[in-house]
Structures are given as structure tokens and as C-alpha cells.
């Protein structure tokens, strides 16, 4: 069974930045497209970013682009979403996935097939 792990997250201030990784395990990590959602309180999952198996393929929300760089390393089986000038509204649990077919980036939760456990990102203002 594919593993997720996630770590990274916390409390940071506004403008503060912050790194959260995903350990993938018992799959071939770059047959897998990864992506990285979040949710809010009383909010609906909502894509962030996400990035294909041989990671030239990069695709983000319009509310992070520019702020937010998904890479990965498939050396280490290992994603990465860094997290510059945060803002109180990036605020959420934070969630990595995955999906079968390394060139299928989408912003769509439902066909991503794994997700990792979720860690909590809190900006303070």
C-alpha cells in the first residue's frame, strides 16, 4: 500500500516562510504526478499546486503562484512544497497526493488516488 508521509508546518507569522515534505513509499515515485491541497475550516479542499512524475510539468493555484514552488525529488522519493510570504488566508491543513500517471497534473481532488496524513499550517497576523 502507497505510503504518504508528511512532515514540515506550524505556527509562523505573516511574511514568514515555511517548508512542508511528503516521504512517498511502496511506489515508483516518478510514475506518480504529486500534488498538494489544503483545507480551511468550513471550507472545501482546494488544490494548491501540483507537479508531473519528471517534474516539468508544475501547475498552481492563482491564489499562491508566484509565492508557493512545489518540487520534488525523485532520488528520495520525496515532494516538496516551499511557502514564501505567507498570509493569514494560507491558513489550513495542508494535504499531499498523489496519482497514478506521472503527467496528469489537475487541480481536481477526485482523481488523485493517496493522501498523506495532513499537517496544519497557521499564519498569525
Known amino acids: 500500500q502507497v505510503q504518504l508521509v508528511q512532515s514540515g508546518g506550524g505556527l509562523v507569522q505573516t511574511g514568514d516562510s515555511l517548508r512542508l515534505s511528503c516521504a512517498a513509499s511502496?511506489?515508483?515515485?516518478?510514475?506518480?504526478?504529486m500534488g498538494w491541497f489544503r483545507q480551511a475550516p468550513g471550507k472545501e479542499r482546494e488544490f494548491v499546486a501540483g507537479i508531473g512524475g519528471d517534474a516539468l510539468l508544475t501547475d498552481y493555484a492563482d491564489s499562491v503562484r508566484g509565492r508557493f514552488t512545489i518540487f520534488r525529488d525523485n532520488a528520495k522519493n520525496t515532494v516538496y512544497l516551499r511557502m514564501n510570504s505567507l498570509k493569514p488566508e494560507d491558513t489550513a491543513v495542508y494535504y499531499c497526493?498523489?496519482?497514478?500517471?506521472?503527467?496528469?497534473?489537475?487541480?481536481?481532488?477526485?482523481?488523485?488516488?493517496?493522501w498523506g496524513q495532513g499537517t496544519q499550517v497557521t499564519v498569525s497576523s
Open positions: 497526493t498523489a496519482i497514478g500517471r506521472p503527467s496528469r497534473v489537475t487541480n481536481a481532488p477526485d482523481p488523485y488516488q493517496y
Open positions: 511502496r511506489m515508483t515515485f516518478s510514475n506518480y504526478a
